[in-house]
């Protein structure tokens, strides 16, 4: 096939679908992890961050239900983190650690800040 046409035609190439053991790595080891984001933000402010390693298999596991792999991490994880970060924001200084509760997946408001 000549060079010019090459660029030209759509390249439709289908991935090994992720299973919920890989998208947990994603959040725990990679460095560009949505979950470490966060917890290295809090870390900056002075809060530590407490919480069940369970919790990132329930990520995950809500990550699968949509069925678009990694990009429905950091929907998820930004989900969890949206109202602690507007606490923390909104009273800097106040807070040393956050404690996530495994029901933090379906509700956003399971935390407790102290």
Do not use: H, W
Request: glycine share 4%; hydrophobic share 40%.
């Amino acid at each position: 096939m000549p060079e010019e046409f090459v660029g030209r035609i759509d390249t439709i190439v289908e991935m090994n679908k992720l299973q919920k053991k890989d998208l947990i790595q994603i959040l725990k080891k990679s460095r560009l992890s949505i979950f470490k984001k966060y917890q290295r933000e809090l870390r900056k402010m002075g809060i530590s961050l407490r919480y069940n390693p369970k919790l990132l298999e329930l990520i995950a596991e809500r990550s699968m239900q949509l069925d678009t792999g990694a990009r429905e991490l950091s929907n998820t994880v930004n989900y969890i983190f949206e109202d602690i970060i507007y606490n923390v924001m909104a009273n800097p200084g106040r807070y040393s650690e956050c404690r996530l509760f495994i029901e933090i997946v379906d509700d956003n408001t399971m935390y407790k800040l102290s």
